[in-house]
């Protein structure tokens, strides 16, 4: 049972209490009010925070029995793409790259050089659009699709890892996930690498949490974070870390 169905649950079970102990004239009504509030608000927190598996079952770190982390990017096709792709070959260190379908049809050079350098590709919805969340499931199921569509035609492999667009979850998308028999990938330390303005704060903030099974979430459309991924990199193999590929670090297929 997902979170959401316990939540729903506890809020039917609730509502009867309530109802027994007002006709009694146990409790007032604003009660109602009180338990529907928290109730919207458990709601909108399991939407944002995709590491509490509210409504769909996410991966959102590996195991923590050695030292190896993997790092991911969002967005891609972008504007950092080829300098981070240099950047990780100089290094040996593979990645994922969860790409935007409409990116993947405008850069498809990038596109087969992430597949050629060993990185996996995996699928961010097609148009990444602001109210992607508002969608029906089979809209989204369809954007789903025709990313996979585009990805495969390119790169001649079909993805089954999926980051949700802003990593926010509902029941219309966890619909769409399991209609497209996609794995949702989350992540357990967020950069906030679109938001930094000082690449030593966002550098220390990534340093600082590390530890073994870790899914790191950047984006390949931002300067700063091209900027510290060859120190990131260094300082984190100094501390013993080592970059696997999401996939193997969970131990899924990449690939259908
Ligand atoms: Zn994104």
Known sequence: MRPFQLANIILVLSLIALD???LLG???????????????????FGSIYIQWNFY???????????????ITFDDGPAAQTERILDILKE????????????NAVAHPQLVKR????????????????FNFDWQSSKSMTAEIE??????????????????????VTNPNLAKAISNTGMQS?????????????????????????????????????????????????????KKGFTFARVDSLLGIDAYA
């Open 20 to 22: 027994i102990a007002y």
């Open 26 to 44: 146990y409790t007032d009504w604003w009660w109602l009010l009180v338990v529907i509030g928290i109730y919207i608000h458990v709601l909108v």
């Open 56 to 70: 769909v079952k996410s991966y959102n770190n590996g195991s923590n029995s050695d030292k190896r982390i993997a």
């Open 91 to 102: 290094h040996s260190v593979p990645a994922a790259f969860f790409s935007i379908g409409k």
């Open 114 to 129: 992430w597949h050629a350098e060993g990185h996996l590709i995996g699928n961010h919805s097609y148009n990444h659009s």
């Open 146 to 167: 025709q990313t996979n569509v585009a990805i495969q035609s390119i790169s001649g492999v079909k993805p089954l890892c999926f980051r949700p667009p802003y990593g």
């Open 185 to 237: 990938i989350g992540w357990n330390i967020r950069s906030f690498d679109t938001k930094a303005k000082d690449p030593e704060v966002l550098l220390q903030r990534l340093l600082g949490k590390l530890k073994g099974g870790d899914i790191v979430l950047l984006h390949d459309s931002m300067p700063i974070t091209a900027e510290i991924l060859t120190e990131f990199i260094i300082q984190a193999r």
